[in-house]
């Protein structure tokens, strides 16, 4: 066997100068020799504890090895079996911590580049054209999907496979959920998305946007009168959590989720062609540091603002951004403010915020999560000159559904309360997964849970049939 490269084979990018005035695509992808040279990499181990890291159980080692002896429309097949939105995880799943960080390889170099393969192959698919596509034996029952997000439109695929007829009701314009309003497009282009949920369409899903479930119709009108069957929710966590400070209500202060909205949902990314209502100031904060905080960092800056600044009550390690989103930041000229924290937003007399009164904290011991506990410095108040701030610190599940079925058990923060093998509610025929069972989590996760729903609604409906 050759020696294994130490590291990853590298994925061109855009220069950090440029792409931070533009909303292009920052990564570009393997070409066919790149892939190759990261597939050989591969151990091809006996044993792959990569495929253990991943939700949807994909077969990694044999995908690789496909890779490697240039048998890419192979390669894409396999993957496709497990998972219906390669382009999509291929981009913003958090390897890292799932199938790379699990990598042989990488115990004593970088891991093998799992995700960048992964992409390739959905990239090499948009060039090279769809697969032929397999039709199940319509088995004559009706499904519905409430919810187009990661959760949603995985069981969609899936069920659709097995011959289902399946109906995804999402109450925005355009489907996708969390991948088309949460992740801007630097980082998952509308076209690689719309394309995937293209093939899902083509392979039979019926997609009806624009109805509010609890509000445009019931989820008993949906069991009830129009005969579905079986329903899986997969409606995510897309309800901001405030800090109830002072302030907090201030023009210039949104949520993440507001300010991703505006720049994806309503065509900001595109302008000047959307001429989208959205502020970004001369100087932002962006509160928090997870995934959703740098994308609303990095999106303020492309949308004019000159000085966007991180702030975090933990310290750097303490983050939960992915490495590569945030080496991104440093390099796209974010700055970060490590152990602070808001305590006031300041008034300019107008009702729009100017300037953020802030704490210094210090790590004390652990909580009950394992992690050390922010305590704030007695006399350490400072103030910082700020014309917008973005709200980053976490989301919980829009009660509406739950709050117009009856018989729909509940967490205490608004979860749907839902078998982990399966995903069965408390409601004899509806399923769950994603974050509105788990809260706000990554979106392989979430598709795993769609993926063992569908065989849970199998089961189901097939023992109905007899």
């Given at each position: 066997m ?6 990853k084979?590298?994925?061109?990018l ?11 695509e920052?990564?570009?992808g393997?070409d066919p020799?790149?892939a ?5 990499r591969?151990?091809q181990?006996q044993?792959?504890?990569c495929?253990?890291?991943?939700p ?15 048998h890419?429309?192979d ?5 496709k079996r ?14 890292e911590d ?13 891991p ?5 393969l ?6 090499w ?5 769809p697969?032929p ?5 319509p ?12 959760s ?6 899936d069920l ?8 995804i ?7 996708g959920g ?9 980082r998952?282009?509308k ?11 083509e ?8 109805v509010?479930i ?14 579905f069957e079986?329903v ?6 897309g309800?901001?959590?405030?800090l109830?400070l ?5 023009n ?15 065509g900001?990314y ?5 001429d989208?209502?959205?502020?970004s ?10 995934n959703t905080?740098m ?8 949308a004019?603002s ?28 974010i700055?970060f403010?490590?152990l602070?924290n808001?305590i006031?937003?300041?008034d300019?007399?107008k009702?729009?915020?100017?300037g ?6 210090e ?5 009950e ?26 989301t919980?599940?829009?009660?509406l559904?739950s709050?117009?079925t009856?018989?729909?058990d ?5 979860g749907l309360?839902?078998d ?7 409601r004899?025929?509806?399923?769950a ?5 788990t809260g706000?989590?990554?979106v ?8 063992r729903?569908a065989?849970?609604i ?5 023992a109905?049939r007899?």
């Amino acid at each position: 066997m050759p020696l294994i490269t130490p590291n990853k084979t590298p994925m061109a990018l855009a220069d950090a100068k440029e792409r931070s005035k533009t909303f292009r695509e920052v990564n570009f992808g393997y070409d066919p020799a790149r892939a190759v040279a990261e597939a050989d990499r591969c151990l091809q181990c006996q044993e792959p504890t990569c495929q253990t890291g991943c939700p949807v159980n994909i077969p990694i080692r044999e995908v690789i090895k496909l890779i490697s002896q240039r048998h890419f429309e192979d390669a894409l097949a396999l993957i496709k079996r497990y998972n219906s939105l390669p382009g999509v995880c291929g981009r913003v799943c958090p390897q890292e911590d799932q199938c790379e960080g699990r990598c042989h390889v990488g115990d004593r170099f970088g891991p093998v580049a799992i995700g960048y393969l992964e992409r390739f192959l959905a990239d090499w698919e948009r060039i090279h054209g769809p697969l032929p596509r397999t039709q199940a034996e319509p088995k004559g029952q009706k499904v519905a999907i409430i919810g187009s997000g990661p959760s949603g439109l995985t069981a969609a695929g899936d069920l659709t496979h097995m011959g289902y007829q399946v109906t995804i009701f999402e109450a925005l314009h355009d489907a996708g959920g969390v991948l088309r309003y949460g992740i801007p497009e630097f980082r998952l282009p509308k076209d690689v998305l719309d394309d995937e949920i293209n093939a899902l369409v083509e392979s039979g899903v019926e997609i009806q946007c624009n109805v509010v479930i609890g509000k445009t119709i019931t989820l008993d009108q949906i069991m009830g009168e129009m005969g579905f069957e079986a329903v899986f929710i997969g409606t995510g966590a897309g309800l901001p959590t405030f800090l109830k400070l002072p302030g907090e209500n201030l023009n210039g202060v949104y949520s993440a989720n507001e300010f991703l909205t505006r720049i994806n949902l309503m065509g900001a990314y595109q302008f000047p062609d959307y001429d989208t209502p959205v502020k970004s100031g001369r100087r932002v904060a962006v509160i928090g540091a997870g995934n959703t905080a740098m994308d609303a960092a990095r999106c303020a800056m492309r949308a004019g603002s000159e000085e966007v600044t991180v702030v975090y009550r933990r310290s750097e390690t303490e983050m939960t951004a992915r490495e590569e989103e945030y080496e991104h930041a440093i390099e796209e000229g974010i700055q970060f403010k490590w152990l602070n924290n808001p305590i006031e937003f300041l008034d300019d007399g107008k009702g729009w915020v100017c300037g953020m009164r802030c704490i210094r904290m210090e790590l004390g011991e652990p909580g009950e999560d394992g992690r050390r506990k922010p305590v704030p410095i007695p006399g350490s108040e400072f103030v910082m000159d700020v014309n917008n701030v973005i709200l980053s610190i976490g989301t919980s599940p829009n009660p509406l559904v739950s709050r117009t079925t009856p018989g729909l058990d509940t967490t205490s923060w608004g979860g749907l309360i839902a078998d982990d093998d399966t995903g069965q509610t408390s409601r004899e025929g509806v399923f769950a997964g994603g974050d509105i069972v788990t809260g706000s989590a990554t979106v392989i996760l979430a598709a795993g849970a769609g993926k063992r729903a569908a065989v849970a609604i199998d089961e189901y409906l097939s023992a109905k049939r007899g």
